[in-house]
């Protein structure tokens, strides 16, 4: 019995070594860490305890202009992806020739390096000296003025973002709601057709309900994903975001820990510490609205 | 007869407006499709198109009449491209090898071996699941710093061995798998590794293989721990070496040739998917998320 109950341990045991290394203790240590003042990594010495920390974050005007981004982004990109996923769910699912080609078209940037990807995103968008850039040739064809998406105006740099983040986060979406749509029970639909029930309605009463539970997690892991963006911001701005007033807040807290601003990692985890506690919030938010409407 | 004519009517006008929805449905499908695709030919069309022809278009053109490999000669020889992705590689795999040994041997504890504690501890694994990478990552940072295992495989691999979330999706699947073959096994005196090994795996192939792929994609594209722990060059992971050849290799201006490498670099994916897209899809759909 003795040994048996061992052998369960042991087959455990790297996991539970890595996890306890890798998760455990530094889950613990980014709260000591936040609340160190004054911490010199170096020398690993601190000169006292408290929630200066968290004020210095709170008061950086580099901390506020990425949490303008990434809130900005967030409510920019959930609604909108959400929707257009939607839609294209919708089309994909009404239509039976070419469905799977569509489907795999769709879900190519899920597998695409988000870096890589990015660059063409940049070269597309962006005006320099020597090109007016693929998107300004379109622009003027409509008849617009070019702009710089890359190093232009705010609303320029931020369309880009957003634009690039719908572009990558849509083949996951889009891949759930199909097989969700799918499984909605056709004799549901027979019956409202056999009734005479518009489309409107039927789309209103009986697919929305359906697929609802699938649509709240959506947003969920949406909002959870958006408020962590960062890596699509470098690709299109480059490593310094500060520089070029993108940064995000997953942005901000690898800024302080390394690289040219770096060496802070008390700011690093106390920003990290701001940025979970949002991302908690809106989750609990989300969950208690989920709880009203959506139909399980 | 009247009657008769009607529902010829009605039939015309609805078959009409089932065409013209048709036709609709699948404009806005292609447009999307379009966009879709679009980087992914600009970045193959900018690639062999030559430095010079590239600089000169001021308004940049659809298509090229005169393509050239030279860019990807360069890629490989002006910037050290193949080392990027031989480290890749090596990443790659080794975390993924190591992944699945790690996964495979706590999903069988938690599937078919019985001790004290083990609920508890399987609740613990999946409240770890909620905890995101962000408030983890600077101290495993600090941690590795003073391993001294900045700039090192081993720096670059150990945070990303173990996954909670693929240990809970085998875990189901183990668990999926009758009881009565465990113990007939045991009352054949196999050991408990040969009947992970014979029964359990073979079994339970067809996620095993998702969860390598799905990690494979993960490692091929991940970015931020490996700019976090190599400043070294000779260790960079494609992400970081693309953006290295963006900020100080070849020139900023040498497009052409900096879509070259995003060529390179995606390809590897790109042909993995196009193998493997049922699988891939179906993986994602089980519980992958991106971000």
């Known amino acids: 019995m003795k040994r048996k109950e061992l052998k369960g341990w042991l087959y455990l045991l790297p996991a539970i070594i890595f996890l306890g290394i890798f998760m455990v203790y530094p889950l613990i240590d980014v709260f000591v860490y936040s609340l160190e003042e004054g911490y010199n990594s170096a020398s690993q010495t601190y000169f006292g305890v408290g929630m200066y920390n968290f004020s210095y974050v709170l008061h950086d005007t580099y901390f506020l202009q990425a949490v303008k981004n990434t809130i900005i982004l967030v409510l920019i990109t959930v609604?909108?992806?959400?929707?257009?996923?939607?839609?294209?769910?919708?089309?994909?699912?009404?239509?039976?020739?070419?469905?799977?080609?569509?489907?795999?078209?769709?879900?190519?940037?899920?597998?695409?390096?988000?870096?890589?990807?990015?660059?063409?995103?940049?070269?597309l968008f962006k005006k320099t000296a020597y090109t007016e850039g693929m998107i300004n040739l379109l622009i003027n064809r409509f008849g617009g003025e070019s702009i710089d998406f890359i190093d232009g105006p705010y609303w320029a740099k931020m369309f880009v973002?957003?634009?690039?983040?719908?572009?990558?986060?849509?083949?996951?979406?889009?891949?759930?709601?199909?097989?969700?749509?799918?499984?909605?029970?056709?004799?549901?639909?027979?019956?409202?057709?056999?009734?005479?029930?518009?489309?409107?309605?039927?789309?209103?009463?009986?697919?929305?309900?359906?697929?609802?539970?699938?649509?709240?997690?959506?947003?969920?892991t949406g909002f959870i994903g958006a408020f962590k963006a960062y890596s699509d911001a470098v690709a299109l701005f480059g490593t310094d975001l500060n520089a070029a007033g993108m940064n995000t807040i997953v942005g901000y807290v690898y800024d302080m820990l390394y690289g040219n601003s770096g060496g802070y990692p008390s700011y690093a985890s106390a920003a990290a510490i701001i940025l979970f506690a949002i991302v908690l919030s809106i989750t609990c938010i989300n969950l208690l609205v989920s709880k009203k409407h959506v139909h399980y | 007869m009247d009657q008769n004519l009607d529902y010829e009517k009605i039939e015309k006008t609805a078959?009409?407006?089932?065409?013209?929805?048709?036709?609709?449905?699948?404009?806005?499908?292609?447009?999307?499709?379009?966009?879709?695709?679009?980087?992914?030919?600009?970045?193959?069309?900018?690639?062999?198109?030559?430095?010079?022809?590239?600089?000169?278009?001021?308004?940049?053109?659809?298509?090229?009449?005169?393509?050239?490999?030279?860019?990807?000669?360069?890629?490989?020889?002006?910037?050290?491209?193949?080392?990027?992705?031989?480290?890749?590689?090596?990443?790659?795999?080794?975390?993924?090898?190591?992944?699945?040994?790690?996964?495979?041997?706590?999903?069988?504890?938690?599937?078919?071996?019985?001790?004290?504690?083990?609920?508890?501890?399987?609740?613990?694994?999946?409240?770890?699941?909620?905890?995101?990478?962000?408030?983890?990552?600077?101290?495993?940072?600090?941690?590795?710093?003073?391993?001294?295992?900045?700039?090192?495989?081993?720096?670059?691999?150990?945070?990303?061995?173990?996954?909670?979330?693929?240990?809970?999706?085998?875990?189901?699947?183990?668990?999926?798998?009758?009881?009565?073959?465990?113990?007939?096994?045991?009352?054949?005196?196999?050991?408990?590794?040969?009947?992970?090994?014979?029964?359990?795996?073979?079994?339970?192939?067809?996620?095993?293989?998702?969860?390598?792929?799905?990690?494979?994609?993960?490692?091929?594209?991940?970015?931020?721990?490996?700019?976090?722990?190599?400043?070294?060059?000779?260790?960079?992971?494609?992400?970081?070496?693309?953006?290295?050849i963006r900020e100080n290799g070849m020139g900023r201006e040498n497009i052409p040739a900096m879509m070259a490498a995003v060529v390179v670099i995606s390809i590897p994916l790109i042909i993995l998917f196009l193998i493997f897209h049922k699988k891939i899809m179906e993986g994602v759909s089980r519980g992958g998320t991106k971000g």
């Open chain 2, 15 to 244: 078959a009409r407006r089932r065409k013209i929805k048709n036709i609709l449905v699948y404009s806005a499908l292609v447009l999307w499709a379009l966009i879709v695709l679009f980087p992914f030919y600009w970045m193959v069309l900018t690639s062999i198109k030559s430095y010079g022809s590239y600089s000169s278009e001021y308004i940049p053109k659809f298509f090229t009449l005169q393509p050239t490999i030279q860019n990807y000669i360069d890629v490989f020889t002006a910037v050290p491209l193949l080392k990027y992705l031989g480290n890749t590689v090596i990443f790659t795999l080794a975390t993924t090898a190591l992944m699945l040994i790690v996964i495979t041997f706590a999903a069988f504890a938690f599937s078919k071996l019985e001790f004290r504690g083990r609920d508890l501890v399987f609740a613990g694994f999946l409240a770890l699941m909620m905890i995101p990478n962000e408030l983890v990552v600077i101290t495993n940072f600090v941690t590795i710093t003073n391993w001294n295992m900045r700039n090192t495989f081993w720096g670059l691999i150990l945070p990303s061995i173990t996954s909670v979330f693929y240990i809970y999706l085998l875990k189901e699947n183990f668990a999926q798998v009758p009881d009565e073959l465990y113990k007939a096994a045991k009352v054949d005196g196999t050991s408990d590794l040969k009947f992970l090994f014979k029964v359990l795996i073979p079994i339970c192939r067809p996620t095993i293989v998702t969860v390598t792929i799905l990690k494979i994609i993960e490692c091929w594209n991940s970015y931020v721990w490996p700019r976090l722990i190599t400043d070294d060059a000779a260790l960079f992971l494609v992400s970081n070496g693309i953006q290295e």
């Open chain 1, 79 to 123: 609604p909108l992806s959400t929707g257009l996923a939607l839609l294209i769910s919708l089309a994909l699912n009404s239509i039976e020739k070419l469905k799977d080609l569509f489907q795999t078209i769709y879900f190519l940037p899920y597998v695409t390096n988000t870096l890589a990807v990015g660059l063409v995103f940049m070269i």
């Open chain 1, 161 to 220: 973002l957003c634009f690039y983040t719908i572009w990558v986060v849509l083949p996951f979406k889009v891949l759930i709601l199909t097989s969700a749509l799918a499984s909605v029970d056709q004799n549901l639909y027979n019956a409202a057709k056999v009734d005479g029930t518009s489309p409107f309605r039927i789309f209103y009463k009986i697919t929305i309900p359906m697929i609802s539970p699938m649509i709240f997690y959506l947003v969920i």
